[in-house]
């Protein structure tokens, strides 16, 4: 899956490229200025003692242990690199604690180290979006792919295709983390409306299962603060195509229920609005929900960003994956 996580300017990683869930390696700092006296052992001191923080991080200790964290001397890109992919693969792996984690990065949000390949600085809020991209994008699932498609011998082929198996499993896993961290980090304003829009149009483009079941997770996270007035078409559109899949889609019972608990959240959500008089204005005659159900002949359309309409163009639903007998056409995501 390859996404754009950001609509303006990415950044660009001037270190090596890492794949998921590698952690880089700590090399002594070369962007330190004359007297810096950084060595190797020391750097590698400071990232076992980041280390030992996040092993001890909870809801409860988190002020306490945010003043270790700024004690540290974050001085450097290789460091910075490494702190973020150690967070990040923290929050992957411990689900439980995502929102603790994405407010850890809040709290890191302003570190500015040099750059070791030009005079400007890396960013920590612009690599940790360039680290949630490449988890987004996850080659590592189609490289196996290919092994399995080139394999010669039998016994080969059967053995790439247990591990093709077992790296899909955990890429789903992984995914589904990866869009919950999304998720909390835009709850924070660490990332922005355009980039969920882009993330859901995506999933919502790639018509699999595993697709859907990030988008449930998405959409469970950011749903209730993005139905907003200026947000609120889109995201209806959003909610008519997956109702629409619902009724066309051929697709296992678990993801059915996924997709009827997200629809049933959002209306519990404007339910409760409504009961408050904070959104009267999409009321109608006999369902103060009607924006949850596909609308006959109305498909949900909406302006996207100039980005999202490209996008759309490029790739439109995969209608392939559709029952043969669909009756009606899937709402519009885009014009």
């Not at 950084?38 to 990232?47: C, K, N, P």
């Not at 570190?111 to 890396?122: A, K, L, M, N, Q």
């Not at 139905?227 to 559109?237: F, G, H, Q, V, Y």
Request: glycine share 6%; net charge negative.
């Amino acid at each position: 899956m390859m996404v754009l996580l950001s609509h303006t300017e990415t950044p660009t990683m001037s270190t090596n490229s890492y794949k998921a869930g590698q952690v880089p390696s700590i090399r002594s700092s070369q962007s330190g200025g004359e007297g810096d006296g950084r060595t190797e052992g020391t750097t590698e001191e400071l990232i076992r003692t980041f280390q030992g923080i996040l092993n001890k991080l909870t809801p409860e200790r988190f002020e306490s242990l945010m003043k270790q964290v700024d004690e540290l001397n974050i001085n450097n890109e290789e460091t910075l690199n490494t702190v973020i992919e150690l967070i990040v693969n923290k929050a992957l792996t411990e689900q439980s604690y995502s929102a603790t984690y994405a407010k850890m990065c809040h709290h890191l949000k302003g570190v500015t180290v040099p750059s070791r390949s030009s005079d400007g600085f890396i960013y920590f809020h612009k690599l940790l979006l360039q680290r949630c991209q490449m988890e987004f994008e996850n080659g590592l699932l189609k490289e196996k792919e290919n092994n399995v498609s080139v394999a010669q011998e039998e016994g080969e082929e059967q053995q790439l295709k247990v591990d093709l198996e077992q790296t899909k499993l955990k890429t789903r896993v992984r995914s589904v983390a990866n869009m919950r961290f999304i998720g909390e980090l835009f709850k924070l304003r660490m990332i922005t409306e355009a980039i969920i829009h882009t993330c859901a149009v995506k999933l919502l483009q790639d018509v699999c299962e595993e697709s859907m079941e990030c988008l449930c997770k998405l959409l469970s996270i950011v749903g209730e603060d993005m139905d907003t007035e200026a947000e609120r078409p889109k995201l209806n559109s959003y909610y008519d195509y997956i109702c629409y899949l619902l009724k066309e889609w051929k697709m296992s019972t678990r993801i059915k229920f996924m997709l009827q608990d997200v629809v049933a959240l959002r209306k519990h959500f404007v339910r409760q609005r409504s009961e408050r008089g904070e959104t009267a204005e999409v009321e109608t005659e006999g369902d103060p929900v009607r924006q949850h159900v596909p609308q006959q002949n109305q498909p949900g359309n909406f302006d996207l960003t100039p980005e999202l309409s490209m996008t759309m163009k490029r790739s439109r639903v995969a209608r392939s994956s559709l029952p043969a007998s669909s009756s009606s056409p899937p709402p519009t995501l885009g014009a």
